[in-house]
């Protein structure tokens, strides 16, 4: 399984970016895709998650109300809408694919995850 993100970039405080993650290969036991961030100095964090068939979607407090995550089953492909973006969210996105059939309650951990993108750089300015 490879997956390749897309969208980074500059954007000014308050401003919007979506970034896409395309899955390729053996994907058909797709279970939940999801979206981790690394900040410069600190560890990985949640962003969002999607659970695959069915489309529950999950969030950390930091971004809920203001990123939307969201899939497309046909293309295995996933999306992160960012709104009201804020230099807090400068940081390296990461998607990521979970194959097994997991609990939503282990959609937050790294280890859930079977395969990672490549990573995608959002820097927002001030």
């Known amino acids: 399984v490879q997956l390749q993100a897309f969208g980074g970039g500059l954007v000014q405080a308050g401003g919007s970016l979506r970034l896409s993650c395309a899955a390729s290969?053996?994907?058909?036991?797709?279970?939940?895709m999801g979206w981790f961030r690394q900040a410069p100095g600190k560890e990985r964090a949640f962003v969002a998650a999607?659970?695959?068939?069915?489309?529950?979607?999950y969030y950390s407090d930091s971004v809920q109300g203001r990123f939307t995550i969201s899939r497309d089953n046909a293309k295995n492909t996933v999306y992160l809408q960012m709104n009201s973006l804020e230099p807090e969210d400068t940081a390296v996105y990461y998607c990521?694919?979970?194959?097994?059939?997991?609990?939503?309650?282990?959609?937050?951990?790294?280890?859930?995850?079977?395969?990672w993108g490549q990573g995608t750089l959002v820097t927002v300015s001030s």
């Open positions: 999607v659970r695959w068939y069915g489309g529950m979607t």
């Open positions: 990521a694919i979970t194959l097994n059939d997991r609990s939503s309650y282990y959609y937050t951990r790294e280890r859930t995850y079977d395969y």
């Open positions: 290969g053996r994907t058909f036991s797709t279970n939940a």
